[in-house]
């Protein structure tokens, strides 16, 4: 290839990387997060995806708040889910227990959790053993309808119908964070039985750099929950999907650094949470994951 056809299709791939970005409005769209959504009081779960009991992949099981309650498990404690509240009785399922009663297919090793405003989490069984990662039902004795749940941050993220969090840290903390997601997940209204492999092959299986390959576990942990990835996996909350964040990486990365680390900089209407934490080597291997995984 020449000079000339190399200056030209460059050229060609900026143009085509600018009418992509035009493509994306500047704020994403906020979705269910306003805690009055009728929404938020259902009563119902559903159970879809590997459960053995569901017989096909369009299968789906609802359970009522009342009949979860009524699982062998089911127990009351006192906790503090929210920073600045104290701690409150809390009726919650430990999703141990709820395995127990509905028990995943032979090939399945985690709980996909589908929130209402379309971001996740997915905890692998091992988490959620090791951790006892809890269903909350009921918040002082209390449903959703009641309008006496918490929401984390205001009104802007209810817990409400259904939250998951670890018992043994039951507020967040990013550091402590499972591998794929958050370690708490507000808005939940259905739960998909589903494998690592499945769910995070085509993200896992890529040939990577020592350095992109630390970028792709805080890729997972912290930015898949909202910014959905390749094969499909990831949350939907975001009006960024993965192209458009491999493009930002990859052709500016001081933009992209700014954007993550404080996005209402940027964009004073997103929803899209602050990451003051990222070291400057995180960013690193953050852009070298992006900027190798669209090769």
């Not at 035009?22 to 994403?28: K, M, Q, R």
């Not at 929950?225 to 930002?248: E, K, Q």
Request: proline residues 8%.
């Amino acid at each position: 290839m020449t000079g000339q056809r190399r200056a030209a299709r460059r050229g060609f791939q900026l143009l085509a990387l600018m009418v992509l970005l035009a493509g994306f409005p500047e704020t994403p769209t906020v979705l269910a997060s306003d805690a009055a959504d009728p929404r938020h009081v259902s009563d119902t779960l559903e159970l879809v995806g590997d459960f053995a009991m569901l017989d096909g992949p369009a299968a789906a099981l609802p359970l009522t708040r009342t009949e979860l309650a009524a699982l062998p498990g089911y127990v009351e404690i006192s906790a503090r889910l929210v920073p600045h509240e104290p701690d409150v009785t809390l009726g919650v399922l430990p999703l141990s227990a709820l395995l127990t009663a509905f028990p995943l297919a032979p090939h399945a090793d985690g709980l996909v959790l589908e929130t209402l405003n379309r971001w996740e989490s997915f905890l692998t069984v091992e988490h959620l053993r090791e951790h006892d990662s809890q269903l909350l039902l009921y918040y002082a004795g209390e449903a959703p309808s009641s309008g006496s749940w918490p929401a984390w941050g205001g009104d802007v993220e209810p817990l409400a119908p259904f939250y998951v969090f670890d018992a043994d840290q039951p507020i967040p903390s990013f550091p402590g964070s499972p591998a794929f997601g958050m370690i708490a997940a507000t808005q939940i209204t259905r739960i998909r039985a589903t494998s690592v492999e499945h769910r995070y092959g085509a993200i896992l299986k890529l040939e990577l750099s020592e350095v992109a390959r630390a970028g792709r576990r805080l890729f997972l942990q912290r930015c898949n929950t909202c910014h959905r990835g390749l094969g499909g996996a990831g949350g939907n909350s975001s009006a960024r999907p993965f192209a458009v964040l491999t493009a930002l990486a990859t052709y500016n990365p001081d933009y992209f650094r700014r954007l993550v680390a404080d996005p209402k900089q940027v964009y004073p209407e997103t929803s899209m949470p602050a990451h003051p934490d990222f070291a400057d080597e995180e960013f690193a291997a953050l852009i070298a994951f992006l900027s190798e995984a669209k090769r």
